[in-house]
C-alpha cells in the first residue's frame, strides 16, 4: 500500500507483456490475421457476398473458377452442383462455422467452470459424482457420442452445438477443477477465507481468475475443435442440414462430383482447414504467452 | 501397487454400468417407432402391433427393460438386429476386426513417422527443419480428415489410379476369414496377388486416419525430446563422451518415449472416432459404417450394442494405458 504514494513509473501491464510475447511468434500472428480477415467476412457477409448462398442459378451448373477454362468473372470462385455461387457459400459458411466454434466453447466453458468449481469445492459426494459422469462422457469417442446425441435430438445446426458442448464439457470441468485444486491452498485464498468471504465469492473472485491461462488456450483450442467436429457432423449428414452453407454439409453432397468437378469438393475443405489452422496457431501463441514458466524467465 | 491396481480397475465398473444405462435410455428417446420401422408396414393393426411389441419385450417397464438387457450383456447377448435379425454380439466381432486392422495400420503409420519426425525437430531445434515439421504436424492436426481423405482418393486413385477407391480387398479374390484381419487372411489363402491387393486398399484410409496422431505424436515427441535432452542424466552422458547417436538413441530416446506412449495409448478414442469418418469415405466394412447404417435404420440394439462395446473397448485401453503407466513410473509405483 505504501508504494502507491511513491508515484513510481507503471510497470508495463499484464496485458501488454502477453502481446510481446504473443506477436514475437510469426506463426501465431499470421493465425490472427487470417482470422480477423475470417470473422469480417463472418460478421459483413450480407455485403460482402455477390450472391445469395442458396440461389440456383439453373444456366450455371457446375461453372470452374475463374482463372480456369470456362470459368465465369461472375462466379469467380465457380459455382456448384446446382449453380450456387462458392464464393457466396463460402462467406456465410464463415459465418456459420465461427458462429458453432464460439457457440460451442461459451456454452461448455460456462457449465465446465460452475461444474468444475463445484466438483473442486465440494468435498461430498457430489464432487465425485461430477467427476465421474465426465469420466462417462470421456470414455465414449467423442464423434460417436456427437452422432448418438444428434440421433436422439435429431439433425440441426443447433442440435449440433448442444451436441457438442456436451462432448467437449469434461475437458472444461477436469481443468477448471484441477487448476481450482491447486490454487485452493494457496495463502491468498486462505485469506480470503479467514477475511470471510463467502464461498461463492472464493470460487468465482477470488480462485477463478487465476485459473485463467490454461482455460484461455483450451478454449481456443476448443473453437477449432468445434468447428473440425461440426464439419464432420455435416459431412455424415447428422448435422446442419441441405441447403445450408456449412462447409461440411457443402462437402458430402459434391463427393459424387469429385472427379468432374474437384473445386466443389477442394474449396469448402480449405476453408475448414485454414480456419481450424489459423485458430490452432493462435493457440500455440497463447499457449507460450500465458506459460507462466516462460514468464518468469 | 496392488492398490493403484485394484483402484484403477474398480473405477471401470461404474463407468462401464453409467455408458450401459445411458445407451440404452438414450437409444428409447430416438424419435420414430423400431417396430414400425421393422413391419415396415403402415396402418399395421393395433393387435398385431402388441404382439411384436410383446416379442420384443418392448412392453415391458423400463427399469425391467434394462436389467434384463443388463442380463444378457453379462452374457454376450446384446440382443438381435432389427434389421438384419442377427445377433448384435455376431456382427459386432465379424465387422470389428476390419476397424482393428485399419486402426492399427493408422497407429503404425503415425508412430513410423510420427516419432523420427519428433525427434529429429527437437534435435534441429529453431531450424528450418524444425520449423517445416512442426508447421506440418500442426497442419495436419488441423485437417478435416473426411476432406483429407477424398483429396487423397482424387490425387492417388482418380488421377493416378495407383490405390482403389473403396473397399478392403479385390472382388476378384475371396477366401473365409480366419483372423478377420485381412492381410494376414490374404496371405494364408496362399492366392496371387491377394495380399498386394489388401495392402493397396488399406494404405489410403490408414493414411487417412493416421494423420491426426501423427501430428500428435510428432509433437508430443519433440516437446519430450526437448526437456529431457536438458536433463542432467544427458548433459553426463555427453560429457562422457559417448557419440551423439548414443546420447540420443539409448540415453535421451527411452525417457522421452514415456508421456509418448501415453499419448498413443490415448490416442484409441479419437481414432475411434475417426475411423467412422474415414470407413464412410472409403466405404470400409467396419463398425463405423455399420453404425452409421444403424442410425440411418434405426436399428436399436445395433445402435445400444454398438455404442457400448466401442466405448468398452477404448476404457480397456485407456486402463492398459494407465496401468503400464503406472508401472513405468516411480511416482505412481510407490504409492499415491
Known sequence: MATDSLSLPAPPGELRLIWRDFSRNKGALAGLIVLLVMFTAAIFANFLAPHSPIEQYRDFVRIPPMWQAGGNAMFPLGTDELGRDMLSRLIYGARLSLFIGLAVVVASMAAGIVLGLWAAFAENAVGTLILRAMDVILSVPSLLLCIVIVAIIGPSLTNTIIAITIVYLPHYVRLVRASAMAEMNRDYVIAAQVAGASRLR?????VLPNCAAPLIVQATLGVSNAILEAAGLGFLGLGAQPPTPEWGVMLASAREFLQSAPWIVTQPGLAILVTVLAINLVGDGLLDALDPKRKRS | MLRFFLRRVALVIPT???IAFFTFVAIRMVPGDPVEVRTGERGISPERLAEVRAEL?????IWKQFLDYLGGVFHGNFGLSIVTH??????????FPATLELTLAALLFAIV???PSGVLAALKRGSIVDHGLMGLAL??????????????????????GW???????????????????MLIDSLLSDQDGAFLSTLSHLVLPAIVLGTVPLATIARMTRSAMLEVLNEDYVRTARAKGLSPMRVVGLHALRNALIPVVTVIGLQMGMLMGG?????????????GNWLIEAINRRDYPVLQGGILMVSTVVILVNLLVDLTYGLINPRIRHGH
Open chain 2, 163 to 181: 490405390t482403389p477407391v473403396s473397399g478392403r480387398i479385390d472382388l476378384l479374390y475371396y477366401f473365409e476369414p480366419v483372423t478377420g484381419f
Open chain 2, 16 to 18: 462401464f454400468l453409467a
Open chain 2, 86 to 95: 442377427e445377433p448384435v454380439w455376431t456382427e459386432f466381432w465379424t465387422l
Open chain 2, 113 to 115: 513417422v510420427g516419432i
Open chain 1, 202 to 206: 472464493i470460487m468465482f473472485v477470488t
Open chain 2, 139 to 160: 497442419t495436419g492436426f488441423s485437417m478435416p480428415i473426411f476432406w483429407w481423405g477424398l483429396l487423397l482418393v482424387l490425387f492417388f486413385s482418380v488421377e493416378l
Open chain 2, 57 to 61: 419385450g418392448l412392453d415391458q417397464p
Open chain 2, 275 to 287: 475411423a467412422v469418418l474415414t470407413e464412410y469415405i472409403f466405404s470400409w466394412p467396419g463398425i
